[in-house]
């Protein structure tokens, strides 16, 4: 029996059971696989057979992994990284060559931006971007040797929306391969290939695992894409491990609860620092006052868990409200059930010049939140009390 509802896939889609009837899937914890005479070794090399030959190209666990994403993204096939980075890395390098270019949303993802900016350069690959308020400016941007419109969205750390359908149709128009980095919204809230994506990212680090335990990534859409993202990757080796593709497909049985609770709770941060006279702009996809907030409402299910802020007085007063969280933590991560709070202009973003910061929408005062599953009143009790002390 298939289904078609996204929790139903999450949980039930499986690896083939072993003799020993498993209910959970176990850990493939092996480097290699055996072949059973000299013509099945030659065969699954030439891959006449689908089949595990070694844990750097495919294995168990991390196959059954892809397939869920797969699933709950729409997508044609998929392949599983180390971490979101190396799946981010590995499909621009795998589908670029020398003298192509990138369109770009400017918010995107400080290592993706020095990805763009201070490595591919070095392969004669150059970006263009444009800002998430100008995607009329777009279309002037494409040359002929460009290759990819790629955004993010909701993006990273500022929360702006971009209309996917929007680029989807700029990229269809011009042939280009539209690439969204999905991992703020995960599959259950937004699926980009439904606008028009040819391959979605996600840093499955963050919501998808959900606790801060482990390390991944994956890359899905077009099986023809896919197929160079494998070559490249087999031969590269940024593969995921078996055991953090368990740990991620467990997580996964249970992402549409954990997701549903984030956002419920965000939104209520989100509602309670609009209120605060500490805090001079509020942005969360699902509130009225967002300025993308119809095209959130169009293209997201929900909202998702991480809320920026403006707190009054810039970099020195996000400095003393980071100061003073008792009960959240300070880390560069998201997406897990701990409550994170940053200030990117003091942290993350502090080696980018003012006019760069602002470029991507990082204000000296603006913090980011990624709301967590602590009960709501909590959450807001710690803002509440932290956006007093830093007075």
Known sequence: MTSNHIETQAIRTQIERTDFLEHSNPLYLTSSFVFEDAEDMRASFAEEKQ???YSRFTNPNTSEFVSKICKMEGAEDGYAFATGMSAVFSTFAALLNSGDHIVSSRSIFGSTNSLFTKFLPKWNIETSYFKVDEVDKIASLIQPNTK?????SPTNPAVDILDLELLGNIAKKHNLIFIVDNCFATPYLQNPIQFGADLVIHSATKLIDGQGRVLGGVTVGRADLIREIYLFSRNT???LSPFNAWILSKSLETLVVRVERHCE??????????THPQVQLVKYPFLPSHPQYETAKKQMKLGGNVVSFEIKGGVDAGRKFLNSIKLCSLSANLGDTRTIVTHPASTTHSKLSVEDRLETSITDGLIRVSVGLENVQDIIADLQQALTNER
């Open 265 to 274: 709770n965000a939104l209520k941060v989100a509602e309670f620092l609009e």
């Open 148 to 152: 990819v419109l790629y955004a993010e």
């Open 51 to 53: 089949r595990n030959i």
């Open 237 to 239: 080796g940024p593969a």
